[in-house]
């Protein structure tokens, strides 16, 4: 049991240190970015926690967005029927704001003949 637990919290040290990583590789491209992580309450690995609470598949992508005067995470799940659901999560409170689908575009080559 030790091992198992052990196991999930190096896991969970990996997928923090890497989103933390991630995160400052993108506040360094915007100088708006890093004042937008240091006023929210909520860290990018709960608002991932609470995305995947709501939506279960992968995560692949999160923003830390400005909308409406409120600061918002938005986190992208693609999940195992192949939809891409962008969660909006309050980076004040934590709550769920919505649940959107986005619409896939198609890579069908059209040809005219």
Not at 7 to 34: C, H, I, Q, Y
Not at 38 to 60: Q, Y
């Amino acid at each position: 049991m030790w091992k198992e637990l052990s196991g999930k919290v190096t896991l969970a040290a990996l997928v923090l240190a890497a989103g933390t990583m991630a995160m400052l590789d993108r506040v360094s491209a915007e100088p708006n970015k890093f004042e937008k992580a240091a006023s929210a309450k909520v860290s990018m690995v709960e608002a991932i926690a609470t995305a995947r609470e709501n939506v279960s598949g992968t995560v692949v992508k999160t923003e830390l967005e400005q909308k409406h005067d409120r600061l918002i995470w938005e986190i992208e799940v693609v999940t195992t029927e192949k939809q891409v659901k962008e969660v909006h999560i309050d980076a004040q409170t934590g709550t769920i704001i919505h649940v959107e689908e986005e619409k896939v575009k198609s890579k069908r080559i059209h040809r005219r003949h």
